[in-house]
Each structure stands twice: as structure tokens, then as C-alpha cells.
């Protein structure tokens, strides 16, 4: 059975930094699409950064995320990151890892098969 188990949340100052992490267990995730969303109450999930495996790594981030977060991975896949710096309050939301085995750019909540329980990231003064 397929686990993700979401951590490294919590309240910060603008400016601040976060390194939210992903344990995977119950599969093979090596060359498995894992990716991160986020969700604020009352709004769809959205898209904030995905990893992909096609012969290399690729990665491929939302437009308002771009320079300030990093995602990356362990080579066997058990283990999802997202380094977040330059941290604004508009990125305060509840963070999800997300895992399927499809290879494609993914990019969409549907597309995924596995979530996480999700991690809040508040940012605040």
C-alpha cells in the first residue's frame, strides 16, 4: 500500500525559508512523477512543482514559484522535497505530495494516483 507522509511545515516570516519533505513507502517510485500542490480554504488544489523521471531528471515549477522554491529527490524516489525560500503570504497554504507512476509531465491533481495527508505552511508577520 502506497504511503506518503508529508513534513517540514510551519509558520514563518516573509522572507523566510522552509524545506517541506515527502517519505514514500509501499512502491517503487524511481522513475514515478512526484510532485507538490497546495490548497488555501475555499480554492482548488493547485499545481506548484513536479519532478519527472525520462532518462534524466526534469523539473518544471509554477510561474509565481519559479527562483524561489526547488524541488528534487532522492535516486531511489523515497524521498520528495521542496526548498522554499523567499517565502511571501501567498504561499500560505496546505502543501501536498503527490505520486503516480505515469512519466508524463504532470501537472494536473487528477492526474495523480497517490496524496499525502498535506503539511500547512502559514506565512506570516
Known amino acids: 500500500q502506497v504511503q506518503l507522509v508529508e513534513s517540514g511545515g510551519g509558520l514563518v516570516q516573509p522572507g523566510g525559508s522552509l524545506r517541506l519533505s515527502c517519505a514514500a513507502s509501499g512502491g517503487t517510485f524511481s522513475t514515478s512523477t512526484m510532485g507538490w500542490f497546495r490548497q488555501c480554504p475555499g480554492k482548488e488544489r493547485e499545481f506548484v512543482a513536479v519532478i519527472r523521471w525520462s532518462g534524466v531528471q526534469h523539473t518544471y515549477y509554477e510561474e509565481s514559484v519559479k527562483g524561489r522554491f526547488t524541488i528534487s529527490r532522492d535516486n531511489a524516489g523515497n524521498s520528495l522535497h521542496l526548498q522554499m525560500n523567499s517565502l511571501k503570504p501567498e504561499d500560505t497554504a496546505l502543501y501536498y505530495c503527490?505520486?503516480?507512476?505515469?512519466?508524463?509531465?504532470?501537472?494536473?491533481?487528477?492526474?495523480?494516483?497517490?496524496w499525502g495527508q498535506g503539511t500547512q505552511v502559514t506565512v506570516s508577520s
Open positions: 503527490a505520486a503516480d507512476p505515469k512519466t508524463g509531465l504532470l501537472l494536473h491533481p487528477d492526474d495523480y494516483n497517490y
